[in-house]
């Protein structure tokens, strides 16, 4: 069996599947030689030709050399941009751009000057170049596939592998265009000093020049050629092929030379294969003899609306409207303009467009070349399209997923592996343009991918973000923990010490704010009105001192009172049920059961307000003891309280009077057997209870000292205005204590017996009506078994109700003398 280079030495060829046979037309251009056509006044030179994107060296304004680079870039695939001819850079701005769609891209407008004056061009020998070097002169030449493709040249010529067959395309296999077969024709050795190039840089064991065989002229010239090279001429030959389209195609010339399938998804540089074209080859010579970057190329001007057709040397960036003008370019309405050949090419929509790489045809088609546009009709599933298709693909199931925008499924269908040659196209007699329905499948599937991929480089791009900021902090945190251990390696005993007692007193003070708010939540279940009787209570002991002063005043006025020592015990002991029935009565204010006695709740002061008031109830007991010891034994006084200052005195006073009345009122009615304490809820604060509980030791311990020290007397207790609250709640503490002392003292005087239950009963109402600050109220006894009038006899119970008569008088007296000072 005969080797694939054998094989090749004999022309063996094989068969493609697929391909049509289309009319030729090439006779129109090709019976002349390649001409030149008139300078163009203005070029549109795209930013982007080839390759990744580019960056302008130029601005508006600047002179410009022919064959200057215009741009500067990176990456594997860059190709640099030159100007096209000598001039002035009049403008950069969004272009239209050769293309179906006519999209703008940024375009540098070149103004010639008319003198096509080249830049300084280097020439080289091949023989003192190195491969890299080489390469880097086609690179820098901006030298792109010819053939339509314009797939930068020294990507190709730089394979990964290695390389057995270079195959120099020569086909053409497309109706009109004639470009490749008059450059073959007229310029085959300088196509074949590129081919030498290719075979310094590739190395190959065979270099296959293919030519369809409606090109003999072509292919005699390029066996001429040959011959008169110093390439070895058992390497290098042409072949000749039978006319089919699309044979011009690379991987369908590969298996009509081999007999070897690409791959779907591979590429021919796989299977040790290279394909380029006869231009390519021209412009690698040109670039590397001669230094002239890729600036024009040949370009068919052909169609019966063209009155000069033929093969032009074109710059690249002029306009295909300045072009056909130069070739007596005949308008008509709807007159088409295609870019390419009949079968894979595309219409202009705007044709102030400028000439590419990768334009090698102008067709200007008359009615009578080109069917006139036709709807389109419903699939009559024929399979035509299936048996033409030289890539083996189903166009009818590429049709119906494109048709109905899924794409997904048509890439299921190897949509990439289309050549878009218009074979299935051609032959469909329904008249459906499937190539376009392709084409914006394959737009579409672009588009996807690439929001894809900027998805997938955003992601990382944010994981990268938060794995820095997690390593920042982490970092932070680490030197602030080594910071730390530092410090404490360095700390002294002493430090230590403290830092341990600022963190026992923050423990502290958390544990204590979290006790507080506890103790809050629970007092919050508390009756609402229990502030309204804290209020009534320590009204009603402004009223009880008012009472007692008001008493004291009138003693010279009433003779009962002065002259009967015994009667003013009773008096005294009246005035306490009187106050007895006074609680009781703020009691039922609040709607309770006479049997249940709901808790008053006193609401908490403050750590300092109670230290305050503490302090003042001591400094104003030990003032009353010292008093006390100072008067008479002979004459028994009330304890009286100086009015409060200013505003603050007259309104205690008006409250006062309002008490004693309601209060004297309530005891004339009221049995004496109907005694209620009224209970002081219990306060949190522990500092607070601590200093009145303080407070009220020293105090009873004063009231009793002065007692024993001079019975017979009790002078007043004056005490000084406090502010506010502090200021009621110490004098009610201060008249509570110096009541209990006068209690007391009628106890030790009592000689009826009846002192003792009273007596009692005062104690209670000292429990229950001052504050105990943070305390928990102690339920009192229960006083419904001890009735204080149960053993008075009925002259007794006469004086008492005298008694309270006289009391009742005294504080209307009094109200009336408060009154007479406020006016």
């Not at 045809?361 to 024929?382: G, H, M, T, W, Y």
């Not at 600022?502 to 939540?521: C, D, F, G, L």
């Not at 007692?548 to 003013?568: F, G, H, L, R």
Request: proline letters at 6%.
């Amino acid at each position: 069996m005969l080797t694939l280079l054998e094989q090749l030495d004999k022309g063996v060829l094989w068969q493609s599947p697929g391909g049509i046979h289309p009319p030729q037309f090439k006779t129109l251009s090709n019976q002349s030689a390649i001409a030149r056509l008139p300078l163009a006044k203005r070029f549109v030179v795209p930013v982007p030709l080839v390759g990744e994107q580019a960056t302008l060296t130029v601005s508006v304004g600047d002179t410009v050399l022919k064959g200057q680079v215009l741009t500067e870039g990176s990456g594997f695939t860059y190709l640099p941009v030159h100007a096209p001819t000598s001039g002035k850079i009049v403008a950069i701005e969004q272009h239209a751009t050769n293309h179906p769609s006519s999209l703008p891209t940024l375009s540098c407008i070149i103004e010639s000057d008319g003198q096509d004056t080249w830049c300084e061009l280097t020439t080289s020998n091949l023989a003192q170049l190195s491969k890299a070097e080489i390469l880097g002169k086609i690179k820098q030449a901006g030298i792109a596939g010819m053939g339509g493709a314009a797939f930068p040249s020294h990507v190709k010529l730089n394979p990964a592998s290695e390389i057995d067959l270079v195959i120099i395309n020569g086909i053409e296999c497309e109706p009109y265009i004639t470009s490749d077969d008059r450059l073959m024709r007229d310029h085959s050795d300088e196509i074949i000093a590129g081919v030498a190039i290719i075979h310094h840089l590739l190395s190959p064991q065979r270099i296959i020049i293919a030519i369809e065989d409606n090109k003999p002229e072509a292919a005699h010239a390029m066996k001429a050629a040959i011959s008169r090279s110093s390439l070895p001429q058992d390497m290098v030959r042409v072949t000749v092929i039978p006319t089919k389209y699309p044979s011009g195609g690379e991987k369908q010339l590969i298996q009509i030379i081999t007999g070897k399938e690409v791959p779907s998804g591979a590429i021919p540089a796989q299977l040790g294969i290279v394909v380029h074209n006869v231009g390519t080859a021209y412009a690698i010579q040109d670039a590397i003899y001669h230094g002239k970057p890729l600036i024009e190329r040949v370009v068919t001007l052909t169609g019966e609306h063209i009155g000069h057709p033929g093969n032009y040397w074109i710059p690249i960036g002029t306009t295909v409207a300045d072009t056909l003008q130069s070739v007596s370019f005949t308008t008509s309405i709807d007159q088409k303009v295609i870019v390419g050949g009949p079968m894979m090419g595309y219409a202009l929509a705007d044709l102030d467009v400028p000439i590419l790489k990768g334009t090698n045809c102008l067709l200007v088609p008359s009615p009578n070349e080109i069917a006139p546009d036709v709807d389109e009709k419903a699939c009559i599933r024929c399979g035509e399209c299936a048996v033409a298709c030289p890539a083996l693909l189903l166009p009818q199931q590429l049709f119906w997923h494109s048709k109905a925008q899924e794409y997904d499924k048509a890439a299921s269908f190897n949509l990439k592996d289309c050549i878009e040659c218009g074979c299935c196209s051609y032959v469909c007699p329904s008249d459906i343009p499937l190539v376009e329905y392709y084409r914006v499948a394959k737009s579409a599937l672009k588009t996807a991918a690439e929001e894809k991929r900027q998805a997938e480089q955003a992601k990382i791009r944010f994981e990268a973000r938060l794995k820095r900021l997690e390593d920042e902090k982490n970092a932070r945190e680490a030197k602030a923990k080594e910071a730390a251990a530092k410090r404490q390696a360095n700390m002294k005993a002493s430090d230590k010490d403290a830092v341990a007692a600022a963190m026992a007193r923050i423990a502290a003070k958390k544990a204590q704010t979290e006790s507080h708010v506890n103790s809050e939540e629970a007092s919050s279940s508390v009756a609402p009105t229990a502030a309204d009787p804290k209020k009534a209570a320590v009204n009603a002991a402004i009223e009880r001192a008012k009472a007692k002063k008001a008493a004291q005043a009138n003693t010279s006025s009433v003779p009962v009172a002065t002259n009967n020592a015994e009667d003013d015990k009773k008096a005294m002991i009246a005035a306490a049920v009187a106050r007895a029935k006074a609680k009781k009565a703020v009691q039922e204010t609040n709607a309770t059961s006479p049997q249940e006695s709901e808790p008053t709740t006193v609401t908490a002061i403050d750590d300092k307000q109670a230290r305050v008031a503490a302090a003042v109830a001591k400094a104003k007991a030990k003032k009353a003891a010292q008093e006390t010891s100072t008067t008479s034994s002979q004459e028994s006084e009330p304890t009286t309280v100086t009015a409060i200052d200013d505003k603050q005195a007259r309104v205690a006073a008006a409250v006062a009077k309002a008490k004693a009345k309601k209060a004297a009122q309530e005891a004339s009615t009221t049995s004496p057997q109907e005694i209620e304490p009224t209970t002081v809820t219990a306060i949190d604060d522990k500092q607070a209870r601590v200093a009145l509980a303080v407070a009220k030791a020293k105090a009873k311990k004063a009231a009793q000292e002065a007692s024993t020290t001079s019975p017979q007397e009790s002078e007043p207790t004056t005490v000084t205005a406090i502010d506010d609250k502090q200021a009621r709640v110490a004098l009610a503490v201060a008249k509570a204590k110096a009541k209990k002392a006068a209690l007391q003292h009628v106890t030790q005087q009592d000689d009826a017996g009846l002192a003792s239950p009273i007596a009692d009963t005062a104690t209670l109402n000292e429990l229950h009506i001052l504050p105990t600050e943070n305390k928990p109220a102690e339920q009192p006894a229960d006083c419904s078994d001890q009735k204080p009038g149960a053993d008075l006899s009925p002259e007794q119970i006469k004086k008492a109700k005298v008694a309270a008569a006289i009391a009742k008088a005294k504080a209307k007296n009094l109200a009336q003398n408060a009154e007479q000072e406020e006016q």
